[in-house]
């Protein structure tokens, strides 16, 4: 089992920046992809990045390349989403998963732990 706590979150204008946090405990936390997603008022959650285990390979969304960056930090636990160049259109609740596999990817069913989300409101 894996426990993942989100934080960073709060509101910041159109063009600011924030990074998010998301601290994980329980089983190995290294050998697991990690991704963040997000879901707006009205909207499906959708996947905005992925990291692999030995944070070489990243994975983004198009409407965020260039603005935001997954890393992830091993030795702490925690994987991070530093987002720059905010748009109103990023407001959102901002989810960290974890996959109990090494498989990097998009969809939201090939995560098998959640956290409980930590909300970003972009103001214009």
């Known amino acids: 089992q894996v426990q993942l706590v989100e934080s960073g979150g709060g509101l910041v204008q159109a063009g600011g920046s924030l990074r998010l946090s998301c601290a994980a405990s329980?089983?190995?936390?290294?050998?697991?992809?990690m991704a963040w997603f997000r879901q707006a008022p009205g909207k499906e959650r959708e996947f905005v990045a992925a990291?692999?285990?030995?944070?070489?390979?990243?994975y983004y969304t198009d409407s965020v390349k260039g603005r935001f960056t997954v890393s992830r930090d091993n030795a702490k636990n925690t994987v991070y989403l530093q987002m720059g160049s905010l748009k109103p259109e990023d407001t959102a609740v901002y989810y960290c998963?974890?996959?109990?596999?090494?498989?990097?990817?998009?969809?939201?069913?090939?995560?098998?732990?959640w956290g409980q989300g930590t909300q970003v409101t972009v103001s214009s």
């Open positions: 998963a974890a996959s109990r596999t090494a498989n990097i990817g998009s969809r939201s069913s090939s995560y098998d732990y």
């Open positions: 329980g089983r190995t936390f290294s050998s697991q992809t």
């Open positions: 990291i692999s285990w030995s944070g070489k390979s990243t």
